[in-house]
């Protein structure tokens, strides 16, 4: 079995929920503020170490109350922080995050996930057969040299490239596997998509990003994922759940497709269990602890 590799941000998300979000220059009684261990990369982690597969997370915390409860919840959800770094010098990153009726906004300050290096991603040695797996939430610079890295050693290379920005086509040529939505995708492809759209609108823009065997990706919520694989489209259906937060959904995708990739499925097995994992995550609060056990998803898919 190989092993999943995760360079990434951890945060704390500090949460507050309320009937619904507040517009621009205005306030609302909220019902509750609740503290729940997050960060992209801490998410997917947790992910995939909940579903079986062994999981190593390379990041940084500070030295401060938020780092040290982090750091806490992390080894026992079975993550090796072996390359998790202290860092004096900068706060543990932190997620302002806003839930009403299911749906969320947040506002990210990094903190000590902006100092994520070139050095810290060398540290781990990986193998063929293993899962690298990074996103935006620490520097594209570090993660350019973790997938350089990763390449060499024969491992597939999984990029969630979100938050939504741009990126050069020598970070894209390093990716095996773009796993992004629909606004994601139409940042990267300059096209304006929403979520209802069509199938084909997201499939001719996913072509543009298609490259040699790269799969494309494309979660699209209730309505599940469609991918091209080997320049051929594949939909997975999505599953009929009441979602309580959406927090970490993606995260929680990316984490079980690697736990899979992982563990030898093959991809369009990897994409349909990955689906039905985040159909469970939405039905819970918070990001990383909302993340399934391997048990829970068998207990599904078996009925």
Partial sequence: MGRVFVAGSINMDVVATAERHPRVGETVAGSAVLYFPGGKGANQAVAAAKLGAPTTLIGRLGKDAFGEQLRTFLAAQGVDLSFVKDTPEAHTGTAIITVAD?????????GANALVDADDVAMPVLAKGDIAVSQFEIPQ????AFFRSARAAGATTVLNPAPARKFDGE??????IL???????GLLTGRELRDSDDYTRFIDAAHSLAGSDRIICVTLGKRGVLALVKDEPLIVAGRE??????T????????????????GNNSRDALGYA???????VQRMGAAPSMPTAAEVANILNT
Avoid: H, M, R, Y
């Fill in 102 to 110: 299911a749906d969320n906004t947040i506002v990210v300050v990094p």
């Fill in 141 to 144: 610079a570090a993660i350019t």
């Fill in 171 to 176: 970070l894209l040529d390093l990716v095996d």
């Fill in 179 to 185: 796993v992004l939505n629909e606004t994601e995708l």
């Fill in 241 to 246: 759940v009441k979602a309580i937060d959406t």
């Fill in 248 to 263: 970490g959904a993606g995260d929680c995708f990316v984490g079980a497709l690697a736990s899979q990739l992982a563990g």
């Fill in 275 to 281: 689906n039905a994992v985040a159909s469970i995550c």
